[in-house]
């Protein structure tokens, strides 16, 4: 959420008097609007979970995101509203007085940093698997004009003592709760690349800002606040020259720390919302300053992390119960002494308080390896209207083989990496699932206009690892399972004597159902058996094929015999489902222990025999001439 809200922009604009607030600036307002604090969320209904049901996890059905395939077993910016503050016409500017000028261009509070080296290895650690800040991206600058601006966020490693970065402007940056012990740092960079001094406000927006009265009093949010302990030790500065720093309290409204206290008998550092620093950057200088923050809950943060791993989370539980947001709004005063609001070089970084998922990922590990099993499930909908997901029959499952590791992609607020956390979210790649069912008559979801199968199904796991909603399954222990749907039921077929064959015969049922990715919601059945949409061949004891046809064709004679006949639907040239069932034709039984002998012009004589077929039933009868 961004420091100044319109209302505040509003009545800012105001005539000066007509504002009920004692500075008609209001840079950092009374109502939060984003610029940059959006949480990036995967997907919006359950792919292969019940989506009325709220506390169970729920896979996704998501868009493809560019992902890159997960490598190691040990293992987006979303769009962002950027509002546009104004500030008080009648701010007072010292640009055009001599003595200012003078002493601006006098000093310089702060060296420049520029070190790409360090900022290469920074970006290093950040993204390492296993370090405190995951998804870490490039701590970098914006410019315009002849300033620049960059914001990020710091921490330290608790088993290593490394500094690591969040990078600039991310939503998508974890810290991982267990390599930290909540002492954050925000850092602020301003440049300078003219020959001469421009000054500047800086607003910096702590995460305690964007909170309204209900989170504050919600003890599943995070709480990050300014770290009065580090403030008392070391004066927050943003190192401008002729600098002035003030604080606040209540969104609007800016004081110094002495006249802050006066008004405010019970303050503390952890009730600052945001801070304003006023002043000057050296001509050619690059000043980095830093804030230090802190999480304020971080014991029960990590309770609720404990939890959701074990399938057991809070009611009502958010991913934005576990994400906060530093921002810095940039103001300028011109050549011409106007003061402005400058978008392009206010930023903010958003990051997660997360854990990883070891038992989840170590059962995945376990599956690829052929140590644990993948379920191959069935939906069905119940009288309420909710799915339920059953075990596909014995056979399905001793069929499936281990999937790869390859098969399994992670994600973590839309970016793919080798770890999962706990509101991230895990794609499984479907062909290997589809190989294993195929040819028993079964598929993975069919797309919507039936040219494919789904490329992966997508699972949630800010619920808990635990993805199977079937009746009885322990929420605490992690379960793999994918959809499946049958196409093919056969049945073995018996002819009592050679005769015709009807395709319909070995078929008991036969269909495809084809779902909708962005909602799971099936979209379409097609019967089979009435549409004729699939194929058929017959083959000899020899697999010899003996006849071939589509629908619910015929074979005028089948001779005595065992056959094989296989049923196939084609999704895509590359996707065919088969089964396959038996047909044995038996042969005719001769019984001649009654011939009826008769001469014909006395030569020629005649037997009938009468036939029998396998079940014992007569047939017309047969002459032979001897």
């Known amino acids: 959420m961004q420091c100044s809200s ?21 840079t950092a307002g009374l109502m939060g609007a984003t610029i940059g604090a959006s949480i990036a969320l995967l997907g919006v209904t359950p792919a292969i979970a019940a989506p009325a049901v709220a506390d169970e996890t729920q ?29 008080d016409e009648n701010a007072v500017s010292d640009q055009d007085t001599p ?28 993204t390492a698997a296993g ?77 305690n800002f964007q909170l309204s009265g209900a989170d504050r009093a919600n003890g599943h949010h995070i709480q990050v606040v300014l770290d009065g302990q580090r403030v008392e030790e070391r004066p927050v500065t943003l190192g401008l020259t002729d600098e002035t720093v003030t604080f606040s309290i209540t969104p609007g409204e800016y004081l110094p720390l002495d006249a802050l206290k006066a008004k405010y008998p019970d303050f503390s550092w952890e009730q600052v919302v945001a801070l304003m620093a006023q002043g000057w950057i050296p001509a050619g200088t690059r000043l980095d300053a830093s804030v230090p923050l802190r999480v304020a809950n971080l014991e029960a943060m990590n309770h609720d992390l404990d939890d959701i791993a074990a399938g057991k989370a809070p009611a009502n539980d958010s991913p934005a119960n576990r994400a906060f947001t ?78 790869s590791y390859s098969d399994f992609v992670f994600k973590n607020f839309g970016v793919a990496g080798d770890t999962l956390y706990s509101d991230g979210s895990y794609d499984i790649k479907l062909e290997g699932a589809f190989d294993s069912v195929k040819d028993l008559g079964y598929t993975v979801n069919i797309l919507p206009d039936g040219t494919g199968i789904w490329p992966y199904y997508s699972y949630n796991t800010a619920n808990g690892p635990i993805t199977s909603v079937r009746p009885g399954a322990d929420p605490a222990k992690p379960s793999i399972y994918l959809q499946v749907s049958r196409v093919f039921d056969t049945k073995d077929l018996v002819m009592d004597a050679p005769g015709s064959w009807s395709a319909s015969k070995n ?19 097609e019967n089979l058996m009435e549409t004729g949409n699939y194929s058929y061949a017959v083959l000899d004891e020899n697999g010899t094929e003996v006849a071939q046809g589509t629908g619910n064709g015929t074979i005028d004679h089948l001779a005595p015999g065992a056959y094989v006949v296989r049923y196939t639907y084609q999704i895509d040239p590359s996707h065919k489902v088969t089964k396959t069932a038996h047909i044995e034709v038996k042969a005719l039984t001769f019984d001649a222990s009654q011939p009826s002998d008769t001469v014909y012009n006395g030569q020629e004589q005649h037997m009938d025999l009468v036939a029998t077929d396998a079940s014992g039933r007569t047939c017309a009868p047969v002459s032979t001439t001897p």
């Open 131 to 207: 370090s405190v800040i995951y998804n870490g991206g490039k701590d970098a600058l914006t410019t315009k004009d002849s300033v620049s601006q960059g914001l990020w966020i710091s921490a330290t490693d608790t088993p290593t003592s490394q500094t690591m970065d969040s990078g600039s402007n991310t939503t998508s940056a974890i810290l991982d709760a267990t390599k930290t012990d909540g002492s954050l740092d925000a850092h602020v960079a301003l440049e300078n690349h003219e020959d001469r001094p421009v000054k500047v406000e800086e607003i910096l927006c702590l995460p």
């Open 507 to 525: 078929l008991t049922s036969a269909s495809v159902e084809r779902y909708r990715r962005d909602t799971m919601a099936l979209a379409s059945t």
């Open 59 to 87: 896979p996704l059905a998501t868009e493809e995101v560019s992902s890159t395939e997960t490598s190691d077993p040990t293992g987006g910016q979303p769009a962002t509203e950027a509002a546009t503050p104004a500030a």
């Open 99 to 126: 003595d200012a000028q003078d002493a601006a261009t006098g000093a310089s509070t702060t060296a420049p940093l520029t070190s790409q080296t360090a900022g290469a290895q920074a970006l290093t650690n950040a």
């Open 326 to 403: 530093v921002s810095a709004l940039h103001w300028r005063w011109d050549d011409d002494g106007a003061f402005a609001y400058d978008s392009s070089l206010s930023s903010s970084v958003t990051m997660h308080l997360e854990k990883p998922l070891t038992a989840l990922m170590e059962h995945i590990r376990q599956v690829t390896q052929g140590n644990a099993r993948w379920d191959a499930t069935i939906m069905r909908t119940d009288e309420a209207g909710l799915r339920v997901y059953e075990p596909a029959p014995d056979a399905v499952q001793a069929a499936l083989q281990p999937l």
């Open 6 to 26: 319109r209302l505040g922009i509003l009545v800012a604009r105001e005539k000066e008097g007509s504002s009920p607030f004692s500075n008609p600036r209001l």
